[in-house]
């Protein structure tokens, strides 16, 4: 698998809690989107581990294809 799946082609709005691990899917395969279920196995891509600094509401990529993994950074916008 070289490209990520896109299960969505903006950013998903979610609420994290302070000094949660939070485990980002990269791979797009994932049926709990936007955060891994283990569904990357064998595709070569990892998930990507953030940890929550405060109570927020972040953006996070749906389109996999971000250069700020997790967060979106609009890039969807040029597809």
Same mark, same amino acid.
């Given at each position: 698998?070289?490209? #990520?799946?896109?299960?969505? $082609? ?7 809690? #302070? ?7 990269? +791979? ?7 955060? +891994?279920?283990?569904?990357? $196995?064998?595709?070569?891509? $990892? #998930? $990507? ?11 996070? +990529?749906? +389109? ?5 993994? #997790? ?9």
């Amino acid at each position: 698998m070289t490209e #990520p799946l896109m299960p969505r $082609k903006d950013c998903y709005e979610v609420d994290v809690e #302070p000094g949660r691990e939070y485990w980002w899917c990269s +791979c797009g395969r994932s049926q709990t989107q936007p955060f +891994c279920d283990g569904s990357h $196995k064998d595709t070569g891509f $990892k #998930p $990507k581990m953030f940890t929550a600094a405060a109570h927020l509401t972040l953006y996070l +990529c749906g +389109c996999k294809r971000t250069t700020d993994a #997790p967060y979106c950074d609009g890039t969807h916008a040029m597809l």
